[in-house]
């Protein structure tokens, strides 16, 4: 037996005036990606767990469809639904592919910087290029949608997240170490053991962190393969795209990239700790084995109403008994919000109403 | 192993332009929703099942949660969320309190009419009175929501799913049958088991449906108690001010009407042979176990997709590389949808743009 009114650890009711500011933002999101030429899909929130390429499958929500007895799961992220979309139902479509969608996604449990395990996402994905020019179109586009919801102070962190297996596979040497330990104690910026076993030449990447012109120039001192020089040349000409944003780069940094591959980027806004979006290149897997690249970006709309955006001004009227429809349409179509008396005593004030209609007039109330 | 793209019967993807189409109805339904004053709430996708108040048990799609070890279940309906919110966390604001809500509802299995497990449903909830005046309005607000989606030949089914009982309590003599049979009887318009049981009393209600108008003139020759009559005087002042509206009243059906009380009605359209939405006047139950009057509807956005509204024209123009970002800007600004391109081959025709902007011009492709 619940309490009434009691929702279980991580599940809240939003209330005016979040709910309708969510909505809100989330379609200035959806419009400016719409302008850009994506057009919006909408995958299903339960899928076969199997086919959920996108997430980690611990922090899904699981049951057994009574239907087909098969294991369903509820997505905790809806790229990877967007790349199955793309090279499955829409395979046959000219390329590049640009898709959008908004919508839910639940996870097992919360995290230390947000508890909640339902989640508004809205993001793009350009399927079938991952070069310099889709990413500085992806990037530019959803700081553009941010911006247009109203965030300030943008910063965008870049990564690189296969560079450290790049350099190794072109032949930086690893010492005693394997790949993964040098990520690790990339991550963990260990000097001291990198040097212990033999990695040195991994030691400068940690140095060759922060604002990203500065970070580039370090970054060139090093003696880096050609492809990957390219990958700079990229980044800094997407970096000096950005005009008034800041932008830093942390070449090594991978956590939370793990299925990204030349290039990393999360973004935040003054007011917030938590990021507002991330995303980057990708590889989405094809039915026949072969992969197609993507770039794209998943935007955290609840971040957004945390700071108090989308909240519309509203101009509320009662109309009291008896007012003619037409008069009450022609005020909606001025954008009034019309609030009918249903009897003679309720107050505006009550009904959170600013003016009352009288004698065909708006009068303060 | 699944067959990759294949999704769960019952599942799918809405791809454009139709996810599009329903967002953009979505935001329609809700905005005139939201012009009336009603505030939008957003409940979640999961819950309690104890707490979920309206939808059939056995269509929810249920597991244990990880977290608490009880069980969740995905709603299947949104009306009762929106009451539990009334009566809880909003229990304090002044009545009658106006919700609305947009959100996607889940089922174990499709039926007849749709197989779709997944659905979208808008809908519009006035708690704190269930009068004719709050009854008008709500049939109104049904009807604009539907009309200003482009919906034509808008007809409304109206129907007194607690008439029967309402008429057994004011002492017509149910013979032999119990009320339950009778109700039965009367859905299954079966005149001879009715008289064959002594409930002849009841059998002219079955002739008493049809075109309103008519509908309640045989109703009146009856020996109606006075509180019903005064339903018949509000149905009969609902029926008038529905302008181009066909409006038909079966007193005694109860399909899918379990928890409605004096009144219940259903939405048609020109085109589509399911119905478009549902509501009525019900009672919400309060913690304390009393029950607060409310009345509502429910709107089932896949239908109007399905009628192909909500489809937007959409003017696509392709940019060439190294268009000026202000140019694009001012495109946008105009209302084109302009899609950049990454490269000197792709054409217009593969990225469905009309236009191509040349030396400053819109051109068609």
């Known amino acids: 037996m619940n309490i009434p009114g009691l929702l279980p650890e991580g599940l809240r009711?939003?209330?005016?005036?979040?709910?309708?500011?969510?909505?809100?933002?989330?379609?200035?999101?959806?419009?400016?990606?719409?302008?850009?030429?994506?057009?919006?899909?909408?995958?299903?929130?339960?899928?076969?767990?199997?086919?959920?390429?996108?997430?980690?499958?611990?922090e899904r929500l699981r049951f057994t469809d009574p239907v087909s007895q098969q294991t369903l799961a509820l997505r905790s992220d809806i790229t990877g639904q967007v790349g199955r979309i793309a090279v499955t139902r829409l395979a046959q479509q000219a390329r590049p592919l640009r898709l959008m969608y908004a919508g839910q996604v639940?996870?097992?449990?919360?995290?230390?910087?947000?508890?909640?395990?339902?989640?508004?996402?809205?993001?793009?994905?350009?399927?079938?290029?991952?070069?310099?020019?889709?990413?500085?179109?992806?990037?530019?586009?959803?700081?553009?949608?941010?911006?247009?919801a109203g965030v300030t102070g943008l910063s965008v962190d870049l990564t690189m997240p296969t560079l450290v297996a790049d350099l190794a596979a072109a032949g930086w040497p690893l010492g005693r170490a394997s790949l993964a330990q040098v990520q690790a104690l990339l991550d963990g910026k260990d000097v001291g053991a990198l040097k212990s076993l033999g990695a040195d030449a991994f030691v400068p990447l940690i140095a060759a962190a922060g604002p990203a012109p500065a970070a580039i120039i370090a970054l060139r001192q090093l003696d880096l393969p050609d492809a990957i020089l390219a990958r700079l040349d990229a980044i800094a000409a997407l970096a000096a795209g950005l005009d008034g944003v800041a932008v830093t780069l942390d070449p090594t940094e991978r956590h939370g990239f793990e299925y990204q591959t030349w290039l990393g980027f999360s973004l935040f806004g003054a007011g917030l700790a938590a990021e507002l979006g991330r995303g980057g290149a990708y590889l989405v897997p094809r039915?026949?084995?072969?992969?197609?690249?993507?770039?794209?970006?998943?935007?955290?709309?609840?971040?957004?109403?945390?700071?108090?955006?989308?909240?519309?001004?509203?101009?509320?009227?009662?109309?009291?008994?008896?007012?003619?429809?037409?008069?009450?349409?022609?005020?909606?179509?001025?954008?009034?919000?019309?609030?009918?008396?249903?009897?003679?005593?309720?107050?505006?004030?009550?009904?959170?109403?600013?003016h009352i209609w009288q004698s065909g007039q708006a009068v303060p109330a």
């Not at 309708?20 to 899909?41: F, I, M, N």
């Not at 508004?120 to 991952?130: F, R, V």
């Not at 992969?291 to 001004?313: K, R």
């Not at 101009?315 to 008069?327: F, Q, V």
């Open 13 to 58: 009711d939003s209330l005016p005036p979040q709910a309708q500011a969510l909505a809100s933002l989330v379609r200035t999101l959806t419009d400016v990606c719409g302008a850009h030429g994506y057009e919006r899909v909408a995958p299903p929130l339960i899928e076969y767990e199997s086919s959920l390429a996108s997430g980690s499958s611990r």
């Open 287 to 354: 039915p026949d084995g072969t992969q197609e690249p993507a770039i794209g970006f998943s935007l955290y709309v609840d971040g957004l109403v945390d700071l108090g955006l989308g909240v519309e001004l509203q101009r509320r009227i009662l109309l009291p008994l008896g007012t003619p429809a037409a008069e009450a349409a022609a005020l909606r179509g001025e954008g009034w919000i019309t609030v009918a008396a249903l009897d003679a005593e309720t107050g505006a004030a009550a009904l959170h109403c600013s």
């Open 106 to 148: 639940l996870r097992v449990r919360g995290d230390q910087l947000s508890p909640e395990r339902e989640r508004t996402q809205a993001g793009a994905e350009l399927i079938g290029s991952d070069g310099p020019a889709a990413a500085a179109e992806l990037l530019q586009l959803a700081i553009a949608a941010l911006a247009t």
